[in-house]
Structures are given as structure tokens and as C-alpha cells.
């Protein structure tokens, strides 16, 4: 098994991309072989400042490392300091369909939220993200349930890959999206319909990893609910749903389980107050241990380099392999399907 995700550094994270991905990259680097990716090129698809995206790689950097991710055991990389990404985009673009990409979700929200220019980088979006997992030939793709368009997408990508040039033998793995059953989809507090999110969501109905415990009490006080008292999750009672979905992932039990504890509560106020303790404890270990990672530019700029320099050996094989198959460049020596995955040990 071969994990790849990929993270955009754009903006604080919150809790739904701490409980739909980042948690979930801790856990996995310890069940197979894992390389966790932060996109700086999907971040100039829309508005965006340099100078601004330079320090959110760091931010994010730390972030990550501060949940627990440990470069011992797993890859960690700056998307831009692997070139084999862009080149992959550009071969994969050939057999993926102007249609399928007219159809992404994601593209035609972000494309609607545009003010001034929407990018032809917007509309790629979904080719680079292929890139960036086929390029390793990932078997395992943990995210969030809004990129389950985009995984399927891959999987199609990869599927035409290897029947236009595979020859009978699959150049490329196709992956499988590993979306959780509780969590993958965090809701705004504010309004329950709509996710959690840096771009789209309110403020107040967002909680950001490294927010203190008074906003984040204050956030979930007054998180919307319903006129009544009952605590079980129903299609009816998308708040409380949401309240109990985030008090299961942060204390890691079922939602049944959350409803069972709960079913002595007097209302909705007990049920936030148990949420914001979980919440508390849960990011309570990242943010004390972000501060001292964050001040530490150059080490994290040691640790992104040196993740990039054993995420390249691998893309570089398989990009020899795209290459020779897809007819491009020089014929190589070998020239065959050589691609016993390359292990990052
Ligand atoms: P992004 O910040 O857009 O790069 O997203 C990083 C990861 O967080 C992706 O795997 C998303 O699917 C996941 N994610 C984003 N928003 C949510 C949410 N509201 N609930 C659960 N997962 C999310
Ligand atoms: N598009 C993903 C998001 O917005 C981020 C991403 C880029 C990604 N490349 C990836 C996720 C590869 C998984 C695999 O969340």
C-alpha cells in the first residue's frame, strides 16, 4: 500500500480538514508507505499573493508536523520542488476528457466564485491532483468527502492511461479514495448545509485549528441547532447531526455511541458543552507544539527539501516510463515496463 494526499496552503486550516485529512495522515504513515504533499501550484488557480503563499507553506509545514507527522515515517514535500508534477499534468491532459472536467463540482463553484479571471489553472486543477498521485503510483488516497469527484476522476485518467498506452501491462496504479465514514464531512456551524471551509464558510461558523479555547466555546455555543431537544442525528437536524458527527471523531467513538451517552442530556446545551471539551483536548497537543515548529524556517525548509529529494527518485521512474510509452523524447536503453515500484526505504 502506497498513501498519497496533497493539501493546499491557503489559509488557516479547520477542524473539517483537521478531522477529514490531517488526523488521518497520522494515522496512516504508520500503515504503509506514505508521502503527504503541500500544493502550492493548485493555490495560483484563483487570486492569490506570493508573498502570502510563500509563508503558508510554512504555516501549513509546521502545522502538519505539529499534528504529528513525522518525517521518520513518512514523505513529506512542497509540491513545486518536484518538476515531474507539471510535466505529468501536461502528458495525462491528453487522455483526460474536456467534458469530465467541465463536469467538477469544485470547478464550477470556484469558477462561479471568480471576480476577475477565471483561470484555464482552474479548469486543470483536476489533472494536477492526478499527477500528483499517479506519479507515484499510490494505491491509497485519504481525503475528505468534497474530493471524491476529483479521486474518481483519477481512477479514469489512469484506467485511459493504461488502455491507450499500457500494452497489456498498467503503467499506472489506479487508486482508491479512502473517504472516512465519520468525519469527512465537517459542516459550518452557522449553516449546517454547507461545509466547513476557508473560502466559502462564515468566521464564526468556523473553527480553525489553532483557535483558543474561548472562541471555540464561543463558536459552539452558538452554533445553529433546532427548536427541540432531541439528540440524534436525522436529515431534519443538520446542526445537531454536525454537533454529534464532530464529538464522535474528536473522542473517536460512533455517532451511535455519541447518541447513547447523550441520551440523558437535559438539551442542546450539554451537547455543545461535550463537544467544545473534546474539540479543546483534541487540538489542544498541535497547537502547543506549533509554536516552536513554525519559528524554525530553516529546518522546515530542511525537512520539505529532503522529502522532495525521495519523492523525486520515484516520480522520475515513472516519468521515464510515461515518456517511453506515450512516444515522447529519445527512446530509453530499457524501454520496458520496469516498474516494480520503487520503495522510499
Ligand atoms: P484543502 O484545504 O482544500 O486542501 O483540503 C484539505 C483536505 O481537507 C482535503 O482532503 C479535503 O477533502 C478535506 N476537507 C476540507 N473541508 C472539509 C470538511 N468540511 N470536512 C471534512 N474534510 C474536509
Ligand atoms: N484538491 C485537494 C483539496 O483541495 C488537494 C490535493 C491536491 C490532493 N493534490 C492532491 C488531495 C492529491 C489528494 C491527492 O483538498
Redesign the pocket.
Known sequence: MRIF????P??A?????Y????RRYVTSQREGEALYCI?DL?ALTVAYDPVQLRRSVYDLAALLLAAGLDPERCVLFRQSDVAEHTELTWLLSSVTAFGDLQRMHQFKEKSAAQRELVSAGLFLYPVLMAADVLAYRATDV??????RQHVELMRDIAIRFNQRFGGGAPVLAVPEHRIPEV?????DLQDPSR????TGGSQEGTIYVLEGREAIERKLKRAVTDSGTEIVRSPQKAGVSNLIEILAAARQISPEQVEERMASARGYGELKAAVSEAVVEMLAPVQQRYGALRGEEAELERVLGSGAAKARLIARETLAEVREVMGVGPRTVAGTHSHQARSLT
Do not use: C, E, F, Y
Open positions: 494526499s496533497g493539501i493546499q491557503t489559509g486550516k479547520h477542524l473539517g480538514n478531522i477529514g485529512a490531517i500544493v493548485h485519504p481525503v475528505g468527502d468534497d474530493q468525519g469527512a464531512r465537517i459542516m461545509k466547513m471551509s476557508t
